[in-house]
């Protein structure tokens, strides 16, 4: 057994940022082991291939963000969870989480893979940070390569050039949402930070380095950048849940008003068209016709979702089914 978990990833990828975060406010023994050659044989046959991988104190590796986060919750329960204490608000925050993770994540695939400037500087911080010994010219040879291989990738995820006016409304949106927030709250659900404060920083984290949507962070959600900041060593934070019988913050309301608009609606139409084996997703999402592969994860999101809500107690969905309501999502909740 060793004293501590090995967090491996790089800056550049949103979910290892948000694990790191999350073992950082919460103070748990852990070393930030950045993915450098000497860890390729080591993690090559982890399954799936993604960022982070986390290596437990017994040795097992594990990937995916959120049963990472929720293992210690199991591991570590009680003092400076992640999951606020009161059931309704902890569905609200899972999917505030899977919001970020699911769907903001799209307005990152799409500034970092749109515009040409973009795609060198993004692609070129993941793989300099992952093969940091390459000399320059191999350095732009696997920039080359990476970004060839994530544009061969934007149809998969739905970022078109058709879409791309939703996923540009959708970033500036949780800016403008985010910068009302962050100059009088610190965090979605209390004086504490929550899954959803993770998930949400930690997409607007790589956001916020990209040319192209790092200069709309600047001019537009300045105290944003700050927070995001803020949000990747919260080890000293000691706060509250707030009150279930407090109202929601404006911030989370309106993040459950995006998921609404934008986000259930893709993945009712994405569950049928996986179940149907369609071969497009085709739904209208708020006015704009949204329009890209099925995704299999993703049908699994919203399995989850569905469940998570189901199994919550009558007393819990009577007090968050009203800002449910109000957002727009609970015709998509119920099944
Ligand atoms: N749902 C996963 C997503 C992780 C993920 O997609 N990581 C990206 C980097 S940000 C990755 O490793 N992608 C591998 C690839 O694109 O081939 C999580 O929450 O950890």
Wanted: net charge negative; glycine share 6%.
């Amino acid at each position: 057994m060793s004293p501590f978990f090995r967090v491996i990833g790089i800056e550049a990828s949103p979910y290892a940022v948000k694990v790191r975060s999350v073992f950082r406010y919460r103070r748990l023994p852990h070393v930030w082991v950045g993915r450098m050659p000497q860890f390729f044989a080591e993690t090559a046959n982890v399954r799936p291939q993604i960022m982070p991988v986390v290596q437990y104190p017994d040795g097992e590796y594990h990937t995916d963000s959120t049963p990472i986060i929720l293992d210690l919750e199991r591991l570590f329960p009680g003092e400076r969870s992640v999951v606020p204490a009161d059931e309704g608000q902890a569905f609200l925050a899972a999917l505030i989480e899977d919001f970020a993770d699911e769907w903001l994540v799209k307005a990152l695939f799409h500034y970092r893979f749109d515009r040409p400037v973009d795609q060198r500087a993004g692609a070129m911080w993941v793989m300099d940070d992952a093969h940091p010994n390459a000399e320059n010219e191999q350095l732009e040879a696997l920039t080359t390569e990476f970004v060839d291989r994530q544009v061969s990738r934007k149809a998969f995820v739905g970022c078109t050039p058709e879409n791309a006016p939703v996923f540009e409304a959708l970033y500036r949106e949780v800016l403008a949402v985010m910068e009302g927030f962050v100059a009088t709250d610190r965090f979605l659900f209390g004086s504490r930070p929550s899954l959803a404060d993770f998930g949400i920083a930690s997409q607007l984290h790589t956001l916020s380095a990209d040319p192209t949507s790092a200069a709309i962070m600047r001019e537009t959600a300045p105290r944003t950048l700050h927070w995001i900041k803020r949000m990747h060593d919260c080890s000293g934070v000691e706060g509250e849940w707030l009150s279930p019988r407090e109202p929601l913050l404006n911030a989370a309301q309106a993040l459950l008003a995006m998921a609404g608009r934008w986000y259930l609606p893709f993945l009712r139409a994405n569950a049928a068209a996986v179940q149907e084996r369609a071969k497009m997703v085709v739904v209208d999402l708020d006015g704009h016709d949204y329009q890209q592969l099925p995704f299999r994860y993703q049908a699994q999101c919203y399995g989850r979702l569905i469940s998570l809500y189901a199994d919550l107690s009558d007393a819990a969905r009577t007090t968050i089914d009203p800002a449910l309501e109000e957002a727009g999502c609970l015709a998509f909740l119920r099944g």
